[in-house]
């Protein structure tokens, strides 16, 4: 029975949502119709950016891998989540769960410092807006990027890492509905205090120094938007960065409920509604929060459409 890796079980069962019967076919098709609309959505914005150079700017450039990190993100978990809401009982293997933890924490890490990225750029877009294209250029945007996406490769292995010194015996059933840390601590039967003390420390700095760096870059803004004289251009000014307060607001709020709790007043219900924010509905609402108020996508579509009625006829 062993992995050989010192635990002594193969596989884990997943509870899930609910264990009540006459919601799983309900849930199953509001889960399946969020994915369609996440993975469509995400997609559909990726393809606009990559096809009209007209919006080839630091702002899209992140938005891009927004909607790629999203697009993955969400499919880490959910098609196994829909497996589980048809199936009798929900098994996953031990490989396959330290493999879902891995890129469940390299994606939501990887978004928690695309999300700081953006909240620089609208920092110097407002505050700095005739340097814009020399303090964000390409160069500096793609260090960003690599910078965000090393840092999230290093707290996944730190992850998993930690999760494969563990050793699981008989307990098997992990109490939520994909493989998160803290209801997999919670079947370790040897000592978790080393595993609790790093995920700590790691959620804390990947929380709080994305968190504190977008709250001092948004003070900045308040400030710069106070001091213009129109109206109309601190109404502008304030529209440019409305929908990434609005994404970043949920994002972190939910990631803080969920891991920065003490685990005695941790409630396993809670965690399972708080991460269905920040895993399921955040990557559905990401392209309707980026698009709907943005005059650039809708501009992006109706030269695609345009395009693609040209090439037709």
Known sequence: MSTGNGSFVTEFILVGLTDH??????????FLATYIFTVMGNLGLI??????????????FFLFNLSFIDSFYSSVL?????????????????????AQLFFFCFFVISE???????????????????????????KVCANLMFGSYLIAFSGAMTYTGCMLRLTFCDANTIN???CDVLPMLQLSCTSTYVNELVLFIVASINIFVPSITIFISYGFILYSILHISSTEGRSKAFSTCS???????????????????PSSARSMNEGKISSLFYTIVIPMMNPLIYSLRNKDV???LKKTLCRRKFHHK
């Open 243 to 261: 929908s990434h307060i609005i994404a970043v607001s949920l994002f972190f709020g939910s990631c803080v409920f969920m891991y920065l709790q």
């Open 112 to 138: 928690c410092y695309v999300l700081t990225s953006m909240a620089y750029d609208r920092y110097v877009a407002v505050c700095n807006p005739l340097l814009y294209n020399i303090v964000m250029s390409p």
């Open 298 to 300: 809708k501009l992006a």
């Open 47 to 60: 393809t606009l950016i990559g096809l009209n150079s007209h919006i080839h700017t630091p702002m899209y």
């Open 21 to 30: 019967p006459a919601l799983q076919c309900p849930l199953f098709f509001l």
């Open 78 to 98: 959910t098609p196994k989540m829909l497996m589980n809401f048809t199936s009798k009982m929900n098994i996953i293997s031990y490989q396959g769960c330290m």
């Open 176 to 178: 939520h509905f994909f």
